[in-house]
């Protein structure tokens, strides 16, 4: 961030905070002000709101169908931190260090959750660690806390456990597909064959488009899976050049409608895939279908041709019988 942006930021803060009647919260707030718990992406606030429920203010400051890597700082954003008695990162964010300076609260507690999210026993360990913060916020809160955290952690084991048992229904390890890398890992977990990977089209060359199309080509892949946050115009030309199907996955809960946590949003994941699937199978049975009944119909056409020409040579012959006969 420049040195001259972040001094506008610094200001337009400040005049949201001299307008506001709350002011910056400790761990304890003494008048009964909920803590602030600001967090970087939804992944974080989904889980912060479902565990902390009514004892805590969340609030998340890259919206769902944005990259955390190409977000720009909001005086919004500012101002939540400076208020904040948590703030949640995963590490990806770089620029986290100057969104907190510019809000002032450098003395906030900050707890990095960082790694991968998928599969879903990854998402476990998020849920268990921004448990185990919000009890260092909130101790005499803790078993209220700790409930919640395993009702999420309940939530989210069923919700797998039965996405598994639909994926070995429909037999997905024998699909192959070609996806972008940060959806790899879930989609691997369900059981696809991840015949290739890419990374953010903007980042690509094109030897390495040329390269994917090729595999893709060869392997006779059957999905091309996109990351919605970021962008799916690539993947929906490869499909289309290698005649496969097009999803959009995304990582972030609440970037599609009803995906508001993180349950609901690999139940949502998982169902564009399986339909995918379903949809690619049902076109290439019909294909097969029309393939075979052109193939008939070129055979009923060969007989037809070739009874047509015994016929006329049957007739012709016929005919110079009759005419010899009448001859004589």
């Known amino acids: 961030m420049s040195r001259v942006k972040k001094q506008i930021l610094i200001i337009l803060a400040s005049l949201l905070m ?9 761990k304890a707030s003494p008048n009964g002000e909920k803590p602030i718990i600001v967090c970087t992406t939804t992944i ?3 889980f912060a709101e479902q565990i902390g429920g009514d004892y805590v203010t969340v609030e998340s400051i890259v919206p769902p169908g944005v990259c955390p890597a190409h977000y720009d700082i909001t005086p919004s954003a500012v101002y939540a931190v400076s208020n904040a008695s948590l703030v949640i990162y995963t590490g990806i964010e770089p620029w986290l260090e100057s969104l907190i300076e510019a809000s002032g609260n450098t003395n906030v507690t900050r ?11 990854a998402a476990l360990t998020y849920v268990r660690r ?4 919000l009890k260092e916020v909130m101790p005499e809160r803790s078993s209220y806390f700790e409930e919640h955290a395993r009702i999420v952690e309940e939530t989210i084991n069923a919700t797998a456990s039965e996405i598994a048992t639909n994926a070995t229904a429909l037999e997905v390890d024998k699909v192959k597909v070609v996806c972008m890398q940060w959806q790899k890992a879930f989609v691997e977990w369900l059981g696809f064959d991840v015949v290739a990977t890419y990374r953010p089209p903007e980042r690509m060359t094109t030897s390495e488009i040329l390269e994917l199309t090729s595999i893709a080509e060869r392997e ?5 899976i996109d990351n919605l946050p970021s962008g799916y115009t690539f993947g929906a030309k490869l499909a289309a050049d290698i005649g496969a199907q097009h999803v959009v996955l995304t990582n972030f809960p609440g970037a599609v409608p009803g995906t508001e946590t993180y349950a609901k949003m690999i139940e949502y994941n998982a ?10 199978r049902l076109i290439q049975s019909e294909i097969k279908d029309l393939t075979d009944a052109l193939n008939n119909a070129n055979t009923q056409i060969r007989l037809l041709s070739a009874t047509t020409i015994i016929f006329i040579a049957t ?7 009759i005419y010899r006969r009448r001859g004589r």
């Open 271 to 280: 169902r564009q895939l399986f339909e995918a699937v379903k949809r690619y």
């Open 18 to 26: 001299a307008a506001s009647p709350f002011t910056s919260i400790s």
């Open 315 to 321: 007739t012709v012959v016929e005919a110079l019988i």
């Open 44 to 46: 974080l606030s989904s």
């Open 220 to 224: 006779g892949v059957v999905l091309v």
């Open 111 to 121: 707890l990095q959750v960082g790694g991968p999210w998928h599969p879903y026993t």
């Open 130 to 133: 921004i448990r185990d913060a």
